[in-house]
Every structure is written in structure tokens, then in C-alpha cells.
């Protein structure tokens, strides 16, 4: 490799906020064709950094080289001229707006005054057919899954001729499958001369995609390495600054009385389709129960239902004792629910509050926090202290708002606040998405410990490891019916593969059985 | 080292003062173009701002003047706040003030008679102002529970409102409330009895700032600790922020949304009691025409917070007042202070109230971008 192959240069980048050095002297480059893997610490600077590189934000000092000429980038607008396109974990997209549509907003192709729609429709299926992305320009935005949607951001950034791709976090909410086509989709682009640099918090996809990874710790550059030269505990280790326990530790569980008992649910979805069908189940005290599943199995839903956000058509739902069915939040987190929802930007959090407020969302009312409607203010941020120290929240104050912290924090104000509260069920939806492995090695073990001291968990998350490595017992669900409930030391990756194709093991027994 | 020090107070004042910069600039804005639009028409700018700041601000009457004109503006500024925080706009302030002064000038000349007795001070003059509280949450309340329970708008309903209750309060003051004594050629109710009356702080004639006043500030005070002091005004500030994270905080947000509303409303039939209990001592028809309108320009120039308000109110009810002694002086006509208002609302608000409006849809409609996961 020469210098020549060098594309983009970020050198001695240093960027403060107040009360934080975000990025400090931080130098990475970008060759032709490679993709360079963007690793860190929730709160390490990742995605400020690219932020600069797109123009969002204006470093302290430091230059962004382009091609070996120091260029200064003053808005996005400068980026994509110079050939940078992003793809923010934060999709742009209007969703009443077609695929076209939105792939031209901002950059209107107009015919005598008139939007051209057909032309841009023809160079979208140009597009999508050369680098195998299959996007529809007439597809209603509102109406693709998460993955299609990234393919439209990524023919966004190819329409305008983008030859630099950066990828934040983009397979966080991705399914497995979804997340194999992203990386046929990178090698495609890198195949043809397109760079791209690639953040996310799995060890594993860096190893199998980057030619190249950048760790960031604490707003440094720790390291750039070859996947070859390392493996996940270096990767981990060299993020965290420790040795990071990738396994979860943990006693057999005892499981003692029912906190969560499910009768024959019937749930709708928002275009009024039975999402779930007929689902029972119970949850003791001291276990895990956890639900497997590929994402839009109803399993949004389920959580949903059980947790008093979503009517429920049918069935009957109890709680630690008391029918809880159809019953609004309020009484149900007073029975002893605490709930960690899968959108965090949504239900999870007030993004305008400090992260002080957000820490009491969902027991300000309470004492210690309130006296008779009052708030006790010290009492709040006393909490906050507390919650930061015990869960390593990266935040200059418990006053700074919530939409100041890195997505990761973010997701870690909400775990903090739902796990410290004294419950009897914990309800987890994708509880360590977007966390970084020091992260979710501490809240494996919270909530482990929880389990041990008698709260009911039940836990639903794409990640199939993290399931296995937590459950008791683990529920699959498919297309909104529980296939299967197996103990967790009796299934495997394979088993549980097979039933959340739809599977059941009888079948394939069958199947594999030769017929008389 | 000094140096640095000053640095940091300069920062920390900066900080401070931030919040106010964006009003303060617009004020400015409008002074400096309504300058010019008075040098066009062939004024003196600087003579006319002259006597608008000696109306406003030169004697001692000219100050409690001030502080009647402001009185309104501040209660209604504040009603228009509350519900901006829970996220509502409440365009309908207008007709709650009007319902607050019906309902006060009613209780302060009637009850007396229907019991057949006087009625001291001290009992006459709450339930007076209180009728006005209730009559104001009442017609806010509606439009509030309308939104909570079937989702339509609020900003069409309190309009709808603002026309339901400016006809019957016409109706009222033309026919059964009409003031009976034979010299009356206008519409407006009888005077209300002594006992309702709140008297003026000051026994000085000409000197017409009343007690309304010291209770508008004490309201401020009040709304502020409302709304950041108490549980209720954290759900409030958390509907308004992210309903949906109020619904899975186990907030009631559909009673939440009707109650801001109706305590909004409950602010603005205030004002309309006030009027009526402490200034006017009856209703009359257009006697508070615009206040509800103005309130909305006020909580915006207050940014709504309490504080910020009594300020705006203080200066569009400066503005108001100086403005006869600033016609009397140079006869540039009362009208350039309704410009020079609506300049400094036009540079305040533009984006504000764009925003607002697009986040009230965004929320219905769900015209909203794509989340996905805050990288
Ligand atoms: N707009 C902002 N204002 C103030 N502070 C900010 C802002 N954006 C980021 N920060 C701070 O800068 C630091 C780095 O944040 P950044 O978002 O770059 O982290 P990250 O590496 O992307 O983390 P994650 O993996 O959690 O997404 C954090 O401490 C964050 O609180
Ligand atoms: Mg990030």
C-alpha cells in the first residue's frame, strides 16, 4: 500500500463539549476499497468524530485530508460534494414519502421547473441493480423493514455519488440475515473502489467484514489492527482497557412462585393484523425466561400488551398475583413491573430532560423523589449520582439532557433506572442493544443478580447469544405463536434455529425419519 | 489569570443571558424598523419613542397605569404557557377570558340578590373571581378533554370555542344579563356590588393599579413551581415532551391533556375575572378584545417561562399605554405599536410557531422522520 491509496485522513482531530473532551487528537485513515472497522467504548468519540468527517459538527482543531489535500468541510452539503455520504443510525427518511422521493430530497432533479420522478426512479434501479441492493422506488418508505430501509440511505449516498460510505452502528437493528446482505452489500461497494467506515459494538462482524480496526477509548485512538493479528478478547480488551468476561457466569436457577402468567393473548399490530395469536406462558420468581425469535415475530408487540402500552384483544394476563389484563402502565409498574422498552427514543426516554429526570420517569411520584406532589429535587440527583457511579454512565452531570449523551449512555440511563428499582418482573426488550461489551458484561450481570434475588426476568432480544447465555428456559416465537418453551442447557443454536424458522422438532424428527 | 476568570463569568453570564438574546434581538429589530416605518410616514422616531417611554414610564400614574394594562397579559401570557409546556396550543384564551368575566360580573351584581342579603368582602370577591377560575377551566377543559379522548385538534377546537363564546357572551350582554338602568345604551352588565369589588392598592386618585396586579405576579410564581416543582407539572412538561414516554411512564396522558388544558383556561378566566372584579367592575362587550390573542405573542416573546413572561406582558402593556401620550405628542397614530408588536412576534415566533405546529402533526400523523437507533 502506498499513501496514494489513502482516500480520507482525519489528523489530530480534537473536539470538545461542554464538560467533555469527545475526540482528543485523534488521527485515522481511510484507504480505496477497505473497509475500516470503527470500534469503542459507548461514549469513546466514534461517532462525533464522524460527525466531523460529514460536517455536522466543526473540530477544535485538526484537518480532514481528502485525496491528500487538506479540504474544510462546513456542512454536509461540502461532504457530499466531496464524495462522503452517511448513513446515521438515525435513518433521514420521511415515511409518507416514497423511495424516490426521498432519495431526491435535497438534491431535486427538476425538468423545466417540474420534478423529474421517472429519472430518478431509473437511476435507483440503475443503482440497486449494479451493487445488488434491492430497492424499490416506488415503495412507500413507512412501509419497508428496518434493513430495506438502510438500502435506501445507501442508495441515497450512491445517488449522489458518494465513493466514502460511513455506516454508523448500522447492523444494531438489523436481523442476522439482514445484517449477512449488509456485509455482501459492503463487499460489493469496496469491490468497486467505494471506502467505507463501519462502527458497531459486535466483535464478531469486525472480525468477519474490516480489512482494517480502529479502537477508540475515552476519545484516543487505542490501536488500529488486522482482524488477522487479533481476536475478540484483544478486541475487548483493548476497548475496555481490562479483560472483558465475554461469558456470563451464573448459577442454576431456583425458580419459585409465578410472577407472570399468560393465558391465550391475542394482540393487534397498527394495521390491525393479529400479531399475536394465541400465546400462554408463565414466568417464576428466580428465572430467566426467554424469548428467541427473529425480529417481527410480534415479539414488539408481546412486551408491548403484557406492559400496558398496547390493548390486548383477548386473553388474560396476571401479575404477581393480580389480573392484569388491559389495565394501563400505571397499575401494572405498581404491582412490581419494570420495563426496559426496545425504542428507547420513543417510550424510553425524554430526551429534552436531564438525565437526572429520566432516572425517576417512571417513580418520580414516590417517595423519596416526591412529598406530597412536591419534588424533592436532592433526592432525584442523588439518585442520578448513584446510577452513573454503579452504572458507568458516560456524562459530564446529572443535568446535562439526555439527548447529549451517546446512543449507548442513553440505553444505559434506562437499564440503570429499570434495574434499580425493587421489582418482582423485569421485562428486557433488547436490553443491551447498542452497548458496548463492558457494558453489557455489567448488565448480564445485573441482571443476573436480579434473577438471584427473586425477580422474575423475561427477556426479549434478537441476539440469539444473549438469550442462551441468559435464559432458564427460552420461548421461540414465530409468527406470533410460541413454537416451542426448551431449558436453556438442553437447546442449542441449531434447535433453536430450526423452530424459529417455523420448524417444530417433531416435524424435522419426522422429516429425518426414514419412511416405512 | 484574570483574564481567565473574566472568561469564565463572561461565559457563565453568557449562559445565563442566552435564553433572552433571541427576544432581546427582536425587540431591538422591531424598534429599529418601526423607527423607520414612522420616519416614512413623516414622523420623528426618536420624539415618538420619547413620549411612548414617558407614557409608559414617566409619573407615577403612568406606571400604575402600566401595571393595569400589563395585569391581563400576564395571566393570559401564562395560560398560553402552561398549555405550550404540555404541549398544547391554546389558541382559545379569548373567549376564556370572556367566559371568566361573565361569570364574574354575574356573581358580583347578582348574588346579593338571589340571597336576599349582603355578602362581605372577603366571600364576595372569591366566589366572584372563582366563578371567573371555573368558567375559564370549563371552556378550556372541553376543548382539552376533545383532544384527549376523540383527537381533535385543540387548535380548531378553541378557535371554534373562542366564536361559541364570543356570541353567547354578546347574547348575554344584550338580553338577560344587559345592564337594566334606562340611561344604558350599551351592552354591558349592572355594575357589580362594593362587596365583589378588589380594591386599587393605592387611595390616590388617578392611581388605578389594583391588587389584580401583585396576585398576576404571585400567579407566576405560582406556574413556575407548578411546573417544575410539583409532580403534576413533571407530568405536564412530560406529555408535552414525549407523550409516549408518558404513557409508558404510567402517566395518565388523556386526563393529563384535559387538565392542562382546563388549568390554562382556568389562567385566562382569571384575566377576564380580574377585569371585571378589580378594573372595570362590570362586563362590558369589547372590553377585552385581543388579550387572548396577544397572550399567545407574549408567551412566545417569554419563551414560556413565568419569569420571562411578566417581562413581555410588562412590555406589550408599556407599549399599550405609552402609546396615547405618543399620539398626543408627535400624532403618529396608536396602530404603529400593533406593528411594532407584531414585528417583534413575527421575529420571535416564525420559527417557534412553525416548529410547534409541525411537531403537534408530526405527533397525529406520524409525519415523522424514521427513527432508528441514536448512534
Ligand atoms: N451534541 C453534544 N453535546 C454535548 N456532548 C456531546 C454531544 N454529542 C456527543 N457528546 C458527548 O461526547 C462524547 C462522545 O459521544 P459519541 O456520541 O461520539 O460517542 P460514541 O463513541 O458514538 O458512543 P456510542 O457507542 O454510545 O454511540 C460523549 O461523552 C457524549 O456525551
Ligand atoms: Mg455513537
Not at chain 1, 415515511?95 to 425538468?111: C, Q, R
Not at chain 1, 383477548?314 to 405498581?334: H, L, Q, T, Y
Not at chain 1, 443491551?432 to 427473586?454: C, F, N, P, Q, W
Not at chain 2, 412553525?354 to 400523523?365: D, L
Amino acid at each position: 500500500m502506498t499513501a496514494n491509496d489513502i482516500v480520507l485522513e482525519a489528523n489530530e482531530i480534537t473536539k470538545h463539549f461542554p464538560g467533555v473532551l469527545a475526540n482528543d487528537h485523534v488521527s485515522i485513515d481511510l484507504r480505496k476499497g477497505e473497509i475500516h472497522a470503527l470500534l469503542g467504548e459507548n461514549g469513546a468519540g466514534k461517532t462525533t468524530l464522524m460527525n466531523i468527517l460529514y460536517g455536522l459538527y466543526k473540530p477544535d482543531s485538526g484537518q480532514v485530508v481528502l485525496n491528500g489535500k487538506s479540504i474544510v468541510i462546513h456542512s454536509p452539503k461540502d461532504s457530499i460534494e466531496a464524495g462522503i455520504g452517511m448513513v446515521h443510525q438515525h435513518f433521514m427518511l420521511i415515511p409518507a414519502f416514497s423511495v424516490a422521493e426521498n432519495i431526491m430530497l435535497g438534491d431535486e432533479t427538476t425538468h423545466a421547473g417540474v420534478l423529474d420522478i421517472k429519472a430518478v426512479s431509473q437511476r435507483v434501479r440503475e443503482l440497486s441493480h449494479q451493487y445488488g441492493l434491492e430497492v424499490d422506488p416506488d415503495a412507500k418508505v413507512g412501509q419497508l423493514s428496518v434493513g430495506a430501509q438502510q438500502r435506501v440511505e445507501i442508495v441515497k449516498t450512491l445517488y449522489r455519488n458518494a465513493n466514502i460510505i460511513i455506516l454508523d452502528e448500522p447492523t444494531a437493528v438489523l436481523t442476522p440475515q439482514e445484517t449477512e446482505d449488509l456485509f455482501r452489500i459492503m463487499r460489493q461497494l469496496t469491490a468497486r473502489g467505494v471506502s467505507i467506515i463501519f462502527i458497531t459494538h459486535k466483535l464478531k462482524e469486525v472480525l468477519a467484514v474490516a480489512d482494517r480496526i480502529t479502537v477508540m477509548r475515552a476519545g484516543r485512538v487505542a490501536g488500529t489492527v488486522k482482524p488477522k493479528e487479533t481476536n475478540e478478547p484483544k478486541l475487548a480488551s483493548m476497548m475496555v482497557g481490562r479483560e472483558v468476561i465475554l461469558t456470563v457466569q451464573k448459577q442454576p436457577a431456583r425458580p419459585k412462585d409465578e410472577v407472570l402468567r399468560v393465558e391465550d393473548l391475542r394482540v393487534l399490530d397498527d394495521r390491525d393484523l393479529e400479531v399475536i395469536r394465541g400465546v400462554s406462558f408463565d414466568v417464576r420468581s428466580g428465572e430467566i425466561f426467554g424469548i428467541a425469535g427473529v425480529q417481527g415475530n410480534g415479539q414488539t408487540q408481546l412486551a408491548e400488551a403484557l406492559t400496558g402500552l398496547r390493548p390486548m384483544k383477548n386473553g388474560k394476563v396476571i401479575m404477581a398475583g393480580k389480573d392484569v389484563s388491559g389495565k394501563p402502565p400505571r397499575p401494572i409498574i405498581e404491582t412490581g413491573l419494570a420495563h426496559i422498552p426496545e425504542d428507547r427514543q420513543r417510550h424510553g426516554l425524554v430526551l429534552s430532560y436531564s438525565v437526572a429526570d429520566n432516572m425517576v420517569l417512571c417513580n418520580y411520584y414516590l417517595e423519596p423523589f416526591a412529598r406530597g406532589g412536591v419534588l424533592q429535587q436532592e433526592k432525584v440527583d442523588e439518585n442520578a449520582r448513584r446510577l452513573i457511579r454503579d452504572f458507568d454512565v458516560r456524562t459530564p452531570s446529572p443535568y446535562v439532557p439526555t439527548s447529549k449523551l451517546s446512543g449507548g449512555n442513553q440505553q444505559k440511563v434506562i437499564v440503570a433506572r429499570e434495574l434499580s428499582r425493587p421489582v418482582k418482573l423485569l421485562i428486557a426488550s433488547q436490553p443491551t442493544r447498542g452497548l458496548d461489551v463492558g457494558s453489557i458484561e455489567y448488565i448480564h450481570k445485573e441482571i443476573v443478580a436480579m434473577r438471584d434475588r427473586g425477580v422474575g426476568v423475561l427477556l426479549i432480544s434478537a441476539e440469539l447469544d444473549e438469550i442462551m447465555a441468559l435464559s432458564d428456559r427460552i420461548a421461540v416465537m414465530y409468527q406470533g405463536q410460541i413454537m416451542d418453551v426448551v431449558k436453556a442447557n438442553e437447546a442449542t443454536k441449531e434447535s433453536l434455529g430450526l423452530l424459529m424458522a417455523g420448524i417444530k422438532s417433531s416435524e424435522t424428527a419426522e422429516a429425518a425419519a426414514p419412511r416405512p | 489569570m484574570q483574564s481567565t476568570a473574566d472568561k469564565g463569568f463572561i461565559r457563565r453570564l453568557g449562559q445565563l443571558l442566552n435564553p433572552l438574546l433571541v427576544p432581546f434581538l427582536a425587540i431591538v429589530t422591531a424598534v429599529i424598523l418601526g423607527g423607520i416605518i414612522i420616519k416614512v410616514v413623516g414622523g420623528d422616531p426618536i420624539a415618538a419613542y420619547k413620549g411612548l417611554v414617558q407614557g409608559a414610564f414617566g409619573s407615577p400614574s403612568a406606571l400604575s397605569e402600566t401595571a393595569v394594562w400589563s395585569t391581563p397579559y400576564i395571566f393570559a401570557g401564562l395560560a398560553v404557557a402552561l398549555g405550550f409546556k404540555g404541549g398544547l396550543f391554546n389558541i382559545g384564551a379569548e373567549g376564556q377570558i370572556a367566559f371568566g368575566a361573565v361569570a364574574a360580573a354575574l356573581i358580583g351584581y347578582a348574588l346579593p340578590g338571589w340571597l336576599h342579603t349582603s355578602i362581605p368582602p372577603y366571600i364576595h370577591i372569591p366566589l366572584a373571581v372563582g366563578a371567573g377560575i371555573l368558567a375559564g377551566a370549563i371552556w378550556g377543559g372541553i376543548p382539552g378533554a376533545l383532544k384527549a379522548y376523540t383527537g381533535g385538534h385543540e387548535v380548531i377546537n378553541t378557535i371554534m370555542m373562542n366564536y361559541i363564546a364570543l356570541n353567547i357572551t354578546s347574547y348575554l350582554l344584550n338580553g338577560p344579563m344587559r345592564d337594566p338602568n334606562p340611561l344604558n345604551l350599551s351592552a354591558r352588565t349592572p355594575e357589580i356590588a362594593v362587596s365583589a369589588r378588589i380594591p386599587p392598592i393605592f387611595d390616590i386618585p388617578g392611581m388605578r393599579v389594583h391588587w389584580g396586579f401583585v396576585l398576576a405576579l404571585l400567579m407566576a410564581v405560582v406556574v413556575w413551581w407548578l411546573l417544575w416543582k410539583t409532580t403534576l407539572g413533571f407530568e405536564i412538561r412530560t406529555v408535552g415532551a414525549n407523550p409516549d414516554a408518558a404513557k409508558y411512564a404510567g402517566i395518565n396522558v388523556k386526563w393529563i391533556i384535559t387538565l392542562t388544558m382546563a388549568l390554562s383556561g382556568a389562567l385566562a378566566g382569571l384575566a377576564g375575572a380580574i377585569e371585571v372584579t378589580a378594573l372595570n367592575y362590570r362586563h362590558e362587550l369589547g372590553f377585552s378584545t385581543g388579550y387572548g390573542f396577544d397572550a399567545i405573542a407574549i408567551a412566545l416573546l417569554g419563551k414560556n417561562n413565568p419569569y420571562g413572561i411578566i417581562l413581555a406582558a410588562i412590555l406589550f402593556g408599556a407599549m399599550r399605554n405609552g402609546a396615547t401620550r405618543m399620539q398626543f405628542l408627535t400624532q403618529i397614530p396608536i396602530d404603529i405599536i400593533s406593528v411594532i408588536q407584531a414585528l417583534i412576534l413575527l421575529f420571535v415566533a416564525a420559527d417557534a410557531i412553525i416548529r410547534f405546529i409541525y411537531r403537534i402533526r408530526a405527533r397525529e400523523e406520524r409525519v415523522v422522520l424514521t427513527r432508528g437507533w441514536g448512534g
